[in-house]
Structure formats: structure tokens, C-alpha cells
């Protein structure tokens, strides 16, 4: 008996996906998601905050004789309770609130008017960060010194809201944090520890190390757009990390010689490695957890094995986001 070629094609393609059944294996391309909700991981596909690293990429040691001496001293700090940035996601059944911008210029101006749960309320600490999604998953509202009015309204000197299919950055400043863009960009959110993480991360430098005189005569280099205080004039250090950089653990380290495959410390690793940490604000060196996700963090503070292996990024640029090249992750999906 012959068996004719479109039998036979049709025969393998269920023999195929028969086995796939019953082996429990998915194709790659069949593991990524096909779209994603913004209110949990933001900002365009091209966004420098989604790009992992690419093969092209030029990597450089920190080269500030403070970065061993003060930077990595007590490894990594994460900020989930205080000094951080608390994400709430408005619901249809949350009351409309107003938002007060209360600059010397526009004390009393209502920049916004947006549902808000009654729960939200800034991070302690003198940054009293806020960030606020609407029920749509659309834009985030964030909020710098922010405050509940005791009518439950909120007030900040420059509140801003941002587009969650936007890139997350800008020409100029818009956001509440000290490089110019939006705070959400690059928050460990609650899972992605256990589960992975997709996308860079927001890491601040002291002022030891931060050096204000960036290779275009400016106190910041891309993605940032501005540096603290406008011309970084509290940062003292030389060398090769300025705000706005891109720190990565460099391709040829073995994530499994630093930590156990499926940890915390491994998933943490992992990002730095994938997508890198970008200089968002001064600090000691802190990276950033939102308070729901705290308990999952906890086992990474003053974490001193990861850190020791960041170097610089040194060609990321807008036209060379990652370095360049093929890159380490797929893309991520459309929102």
C-alpha cells in the first residue's frame, strides 16, 4: 500500500503535536506571550527599559577608584519599604480624586482629576514617591513628595502622567525621578523575583562614584535627560559611570557560579545579565522593589556577590540600545 505525500505530512504533523501533548514541551516561540498588560509590564517593545543586551555590546569595568571602596562596601540595598515607589492600580469602583500641583508657580492647580483606590498612599521617606495606574492599564500618575489631602485628594509639586505604551523615557524631564523619565521603569515588581524578570532595572550610585562630566559635556548621558539637582553638582567621583548608564553583568560570567538556578539571587543575576540596571538617581547602591513585592526581596539584601561583576555598557546609545546586536531575550510582546 502507497501512501500518498499529503498523507504523510499529515500523519507526522500529528504524530508531532501528539507528542508535544504528552511531553509537556512548548516551543519557544510558543512560551512568549502573545500580548501583555501594561499595568504590570510597561512601556513599548523598544523601550531601552525592555531591550535586553545585545551581542554587540562594549563592556568596560567601573573604573572609579571609589566604586570597590564605597559603592559595593555593603552590596546591594533593596529599597521596598521606604525610599521606594509604590504602584496602585485604580479600579472602575474607585472614586474620582483630584490631583493638586503645588509648585511655587501653580499652588492649587488641578493638573489631573482620576479614579484612586483609598489605600494609595506615598512610600515613607522623604521622596514620598506614588504612582498611580489608571483602570484602563493606560498611564501611570507618578508623584514626587506626594501627599493625601485630608479630603482624599492628592497633591505633588510636578505631578506627571506617562503612557504605558510610550518608551518611558523623554527629551526632557518628565517624571519623578532624578534622570529625567518615568519611576516605574525598571521596579522589581511582585512575582518577578520568583518568576523572572523581563526587563532592565533602576539601580541609583552614590555620589561617590557618580561622575557629572559625561563624555557630551553634560551631567547625564542617554536615556537620561537631566542629572539631580539639573547639573549633578553633588557628584564627585571620575570615570566611566555618569546617571543615566547602563550597568550589566558581561556575557562570558556564569550566572550559575553566583547563585543557584531558580533563586532569587539567581533571577536577579539573571536580569543584570539580560537587560542590565540603569542609573536613575543617587543613592548607595539600591535597586528598587515595590512594597507589595518585599517579602520576595528580602534574601537579597546587602547581597556582595552579584554587584562585583557589573561593568559599563559603553556604546548604549539611542541607536545602539543594549549595545546592539542580536540580542539576549526575545522582545517583548506588544501591549
Known amino acids: 500500500m ?4 499529503h498523507y504523510i505530512y499529515f500523519f507526522c504533523l500529528a504524530l508531532i503535536v501528539t507528542l508535544i501533548f504528552y511531553s509537556g514541551y512548548v516551543p519557544a516561540s510558543a512560551q512568549n506571550f502573545s500580548k501583555r498588560d501594561a499595568a ?7 523601550s531601552p527599559w525592555n531591550m535586553p543586551i545585545g551581542s554587540k555590546a562594549k563592556f568596560e569595568p567601573v573604573s572609579s577608584p571609589q566604586w570597590t571602596t564605597n559603592a559595593l562596601k555593603y552590596g ?6 521606604d525610599y521606594t515607589i509604590p504602584v496602585y492600580i485604580a479600579t472602575y469602583s474607585d472614586p474620582i480624586r483630584k490631583v493638586y500641583r503645588t509648585d511655587n508657580k501653580t499652588q492649587g492647580y488641578v493638573a489631573f482629576q482620576q479614579r484612586v483606590p483609598d489605600s494609595a498612599k506615598p512610600s515613607p521617606g522623604g521622596d514620598a514617591h506614588l504612582a498611580i495606574i489608571d483602570q484602563t492599564h493606560s498611564y501611570v500618575t507618578e508623584m514626587l513628595r506626594g501627599k493625601r489631602r485630608s479630603d482624599g485628594n492628592l497633591e505633588a509639586p510636578f505631578p506627571n502622567k506617562i503612557d504605558l505604551r510610550g518608551t518611558g523615557i523623554f527629551k526632557d524631564y518628565h517624571g519623578s525621578c532624578a534622570y529625567g523619565g ?8 511582585k512575582g518577578e523575583i520568583k518568576t523572572g ?14 561622575n557629572k562630566n559625561a563624555p557630551a559635556g553634560k551631567p547625564y548621558v542617554w536615556p537620561a535627560n537631566t542629572a539631580d539637582d539639573g547639573d549633578g553638582r553633588s557628584y564627585k567621583g571620575t570615570g566611566n559611570v555618569y546617571m543615566g548608564s547602563l550597568l550589566a553583568i558581561p556575557p562570558n560570567v556564569n550566572i550559575e557560579e ?11 543575576a539573571k536580569a543584570l545579565q539580560d537587560y542590565g540596571a540603569y542609573v536613575v538617581d543617587r543613592g548607595h547602591l539600591n535597586l528598587y522593589a515595590e512594597p507589595t513585592a518585599k517579602d520576595e526581596v528580602k534574601t537579597l539584601m546587602y547581597n556582595s556577590s552579584i554587584p562585583k561583576y557589573l561593568q559599563v555598557v559603553v556604546n548604549n546609545s539611542p541607536s545602539s540600545v543594549g549595545g546592539g546586536g542580536k540580542r539576549r531575550r526575545p522582545l517583548a510582546p506588544p501591549v
Do not use: Q
Request: proline share 6%.
Open 182 to 189: 518615568s519611576c516605574i521603569a525598571g521596579l522589581i515588581r
Open 258 to 268: 553566583i547563585a543557584s538556578k531558580g533563586t532569587p539571587a539567581y533571577n536577579l
Open 40 to 46: 504590570y509590564w510597561p512601556f513599548a517593545t523598544n
Open 197 to 210: 524578570i523581563n526587563h532592565a532595572l533602576r539601580i541609583s550610585i552614590t555620589t561617590a562614584v557618580l
Open 2 to 5: 502507497k501512501f500518498k505525500p
Open 76 to 81: 546591594f540595598i533593596i529599597n521596598s519599604t
